[in-house]
């Protein structure tokens, strides 16, 4: 026993050691402050593996709401309840490939928080009142611009996990001891992104904007059957179909159909095939439609919803969204857009008679 007492409390000692070398080191590579309320745990002695490194202050930029919205003007963070994000970041690489930049833990301000009191005035609620065609366009100092959709920040399954992150803290390899470069400055981070090109510094003004297209709204209409799905980039018409082709691969995902509104839809699974697979020949995957495209999904009776191209093109979790086949409805068939990776089923188009792909 008093040799086992001895070797662990040498094992610490060495422990500690080592990590107090590791920490000295980051601070010689880096101006960034360290903050002082995050200890580390450089011995490992918890079950959290995201706690073991410094964590860097990243310098924050005042940042403006603006928009369709009652309220705007600058965000007070001392009123904000921090969060945290990990992810695992990655850029494009020439539009065909991509390179690992490093694996991070944010800590920020998520934009649901941000949002949270900023009463909406949408500049259609005349005439299509849901809240499903929002989105929101973030810019930075560069003028970089990127969006994200409403319902990516307010319908998730899990939330907070878009921030502006304030402080960041490496994922360091227990073996390799990887030391990934550090951001220097104040970061939007969206935590569900596979490749991660939203993810522009020093962002400063978060504008909210509702779809401007108009759409004739036929509420009751019955029945509620759509024939055919026509499909559009911006003005020109690329595709239109009747049935999904038999080469793309059919999935079933299981659910719990909840509405924000009527609650209990159903607990039936939806088969269908991947969006991201239909849209995979028809729109490039590269930056600007990662940071600025979005895609429209319209029903016959004139209900849309607004997708980020990245979040149906460049998910990390595997929460899908597919486009199923219901021929034999007669309330809501012949196609239907099912969002797997929402809480409510709102976004959820029935009837859907148009898919448009669009640029801010």
Not at 34 to 39: G, K, M, N, P, S
Not at 213 to 218: E, P, Q
Request: glycine share 4%; with cysteine; hydrophobic share 35%.
């Amino acid at each position: 026993m008093k040799k086992l007492a001895i070797f662990l409390t040498l094992h610490l000692f060495l422990s500690t050691m080592f990590a107090q070398k590791t920490e000295d080191a980051l601070r010689s590579k880096t101006s960034l402050k360290i903050a002082t309320e995050a200890i580390p745990d450089k011995a490992d002695r918890n079950n959290n593996f995201y706690d073991n490194e410094a964590t860097f202050v990243l310098p924050m930029q005042e940042l403006i709401i603006a928009g369709e919205i009652e309220n705007p003007g600058k965000v007070d963070f001392s009123k904000l309840t921090k969060r945290q994000v990990i992810v695992k970041e990655a850029l494009l690489k020439n539009d065909t490939g991509n390179r690992f930049t490093g694996s991070y833990r944010y800590d920020g301000y998520s934009l649901f928080d941000i949002l949270k009191d900023r009463i909406l005035k949408k500049k259609n609620a005349a005439d299509f009142r849901p809240i499903i065609d929002l989105f929101v366009e973030i810019e930075n100092t560069s003028g970089e611009k990127v969006l994200l959709s409403w319902g990516e920040i307010y319908y998730p399954n899990f939330l907070h996990n878009v921030i502006i992150a304030t402080e960041v803290m490496r994922i360091v390899p227990s073996k390799t001891r990887d030391l990934w470069p550090l951001p220097t400055e104040s970061k939007l981070v969206v935590g569900q992104d596979l490749i991660s090109e939203r993810n522009i510094s020093n962002p400063v003004k978060i504008t909210v904007r509702s779809y401007d297209r108009s759409y004739k709204v036929i509420r009751d209409l019955n029945p509620l059957v759509s024939s055919e799905v026509n499909v559009y980039s911006g003005e020109k018409k690329i595709d239109n179909f009747t049935t999904i082709k038999a080469s793309l691969q059919s999935e079933t995902l299981y659910t719990i159909f909840y509405g924000k509104g009527r609650g209990i839809h159903s607990t039936r699974p939806f088969s269908g095939v991947y969006l991201k697979d239909y849209l995979a020949d028809k729109f490039k995957f590269n930056q600007a439609n990662l940071r600025t495209g979005y895609v429209v999904f319209a029903g016959i009776d004139g209900y849309r919803s607004v997708y980020t191209f990245s979040e149906i093109m460049n998910r990390s979790d595997q929460a899908e969204i597919l486009l199923v086949p219901c021929p034999e409805e007669t309330e809501g068939g012949k196609f239907r857009i099912f969002p797997s990776c929402d809480f409510f089923s709102d976004r959820a188009v029935k009837a859907l008679s148009e898919i448009r792909f669009e640029h801010q």
